[in-house]
Structure formats: structure tokens, C-alpha cells
């Protein structure tokens, strides 16, 4: 696991946070670069949720962290 998805990780720990905001959180200002390095390795392995599953790209959309994630940032901190 990088030091970029445990910061993700990290960041939904509060609860449900837009990609603005995370993006902001982690001092990101690249969008793709966010989707690509930060989003999509923590998606595709379940660590965190859409809150809108059936809208991907709504403007609305948050993500949650998983009982799974929790798991890894458990992990880390052993």
C-alpha cells in the first residue's frame, strides 16, 4: 500500500468527502493525476465506496471508507 492511498484513506476517516475536497485535503490540484494514483487503486481494491454507485461522475458524488479500509489503516498503524 503507497503513502498516497493511506493519505486517501486517512482523509475519509471524518466520513463521506466530494473528490474537491479530498483533492484539497491531500494538496492536489491535478485531477487525472488524483483519479489515477489516489482514486482508482482504492476503488478497484474496496477500501472505499461511492455513495452513489449508479452515478459515477454525478457532481454529487462522495466516498465513504469501507470496513475494508479500515482494515488496512489498522494494519499500517501495527
Not at 492511498?5 to 494538496?27: N, T
Amino acid at each position: 500500500v503507497t503513502d498516497q492511498v493511506i493519505r486517501l484513506l486517512r482523509s475519509l476517516q471524518g466520513g463521506e468527502v466530494g473528490a474537491g475536497e479530498l483533492m484539497v485535503g491531500l494538496g492536489l490540484t491535478h485531477r487525472p493525476t488524483f483519479r489515477t494514483n489516489y482514486l482508482a487503486p482504492t476503488l478497484s481494491e474496496g477500501w472505499i465506496e461511492r455513495t452513489m454507485p449508479d452515478s459515477p461522475r454525478s457532481p454529487t458524488q462522495r466516498y465513504r471508507l469501507r470496513e475494508k479500509g479500515r482494515g488496512v489503516l489498522a494494519r499500517k498503524r501495527s
